[in-house]
Nanobody, 128 residues
Framework: QVQLVESGGGLVQAGGSLRLSCAAS????????MGWFRQGPGMEREFVAA????????YYAESVKGRFTISRDTAKNIMYLQMNSLIPEDMGVYYC?????????????????????WGQGTQVTVSS
């Protein structure tokens, strides 16, 4: 079983930065890939970034490549999302999740989360 708790959301001006954290508990944490999803106002939830179980491989949605960095500290059981150069389109509720890496319909790798391994979400608001 894995429990996930996000923190670090808030209000930031466009061009600013935020760092989200996801604290994980549970012995199966180490065996799972982890990642971030977000849901903007009136939008469907979308994949943002993923990191492999060991932390050595990372994957990003095209919309955040070069601006966001995902990482995990396996010793502390924490995953991070460093978000730089934020734009209003980045606004939404950010969720961390655990699961497995899989290819989407375009062949890109993203996280396929387990249904029961989601955090409660943290709000990110970007003002223009």
């Amino acid at each position: 079983q894995v429990q996930l708790v996000e923190s670090g959301g808030g209000l930031v001006q466009a061009g600013g930065s935020l760092r989200l954290s996801c604290a994980a508990s549970g012995r199966s944490f180490m065996s799972h890939a982890m990642g971030w999803f977000r849901q903007g106002p009136g939008m469907e939830r979308e994949f943002v970034a993923a990191v492999s179980s060991g932390g050595g491989s990372t994957y990003y949605a095209e919309s955040v490549k070069g601006r966001f960095t995902i990482s995990r500290d396996t010793a502390k059981n924490i995953m991070y999302l460093q978000m730089n150069s934020l734009i209003p389109e980045d606004m939404g509720v950010y969720y961390c999740a655990a699961g497995f890496l899989a290819r989407d319909s375009t062949g890109s790798i993203e996280l396929s989360p387990r249904d029961d391994y989601w955090g409660q979400g943290t709000q990110v608001t970007v003002s223009s």
